[in-house]
């Protein structure tokens, strides 16, 4: 277990509204990311960090932003939530600079 | 740019019948491999990874994979699957640079029937 915490788990959002979710992982890794899953499409790459302040953005980075004032936390913010973004999102860290991810269990949410 | 390549979208097998997974990636560089499975309902797990030496990589539960430069390949296999083995099936592909991002494939479903 990598110690990583995402919240909430699962969230039903009007469109237009903002949106942050939150992933916290318990043991100061450097490297972070965001990733969004659907169906047809697996697991896409929203945005990622390379520390403190450090980040930047992925194929689907569109629509959201991220920050990362502390180690541990991870926050990824939909400005203006909208239906396409209706997804699960994946936090995952890696524990070494070249290793395997290791992932969260997921945040569902739901635009209506 | 990287991306992965995975074949088969479902693949619907007996009990004891032998799996092959097909993953083909685009990347000019030297490349880390990795196979993650998820199970319904579940997070990804990591199966097995390739960085580099022996190109046949032994993962957990009874999967293995076969790295092939040339072919720009990275097949999953298992002898004889169970039931327990249906989840999605996804490849990955990072290029060997400190904290890049892993590109995965659109995923394959494996259903197994007892």
């Known amino acids: 277990d990598a110690g990583i915490t995402q919240s909430p788990r699962h969230k039903v959002t009007e469109t237009g509204t903002p949106v942050t979710l939150r992933c916290h992982q318990t043991?100061?890794?450097?490297?972070m990311y965001w990733y969004r899953q659907d169906p047809g499409h697996g697991l896409r790459l929203i945005h990622y960090s390379y520390g403190v302040k450090d980040t930047d953005k992925g194929e689907v980075s569109d629509g959201y932003s991220v920050s990362r004032s502390k180690t541990e936390d991870f926050l990824l913010t939909l400005e203006s939530a909208t239906s396409s973004q209706t997804s699960v999102y994946f936090c995952?860290?890696?524990?070494?600079?070249?290793?395997?991810?290791?992932f969260g269990n997921g945040t569902r949410l739901t635009v209506t | 740019a990287q991306s992965v390549s995975q074949h088969n979208h479902h693949v619907i097998l007996s009990e004891a019948a032998s799996l092959e997974l097909g993953c083909n990636y685009s990347?000019?560089?030297?490349?880390?491999l990795f196979w993650y499975v998820q199970y319904p309902g579940q997070h990804l797990q990591l199966l097995l990874k390739y960085f580099s030496g022996d190109p046949l990589v032994k993962g957990i539960k009874g999967f293995e994979a076969e790295f092939i430069k040339s072919k720009f390949s990275f097949n999953l296999r298992k002898p004889s699957v169970q039931w327990s083995d249906t989840a999605e099936y996804f490849c990955a592909v990072s290029s060997n640079q400190a904290g890049t991002a892993l590109i995965f494939g659109k995923g394959t479903t494996l259903s197994v029937s007892s």
């Open positions: 990347y000019g560089g030297t490349v880390n």
């Open positions: 043991e100061n890794h450097r490297y």
């Open positions: 995952a860290i890696r524990t070494e600079y070249n290793s395997p991810l290791h």
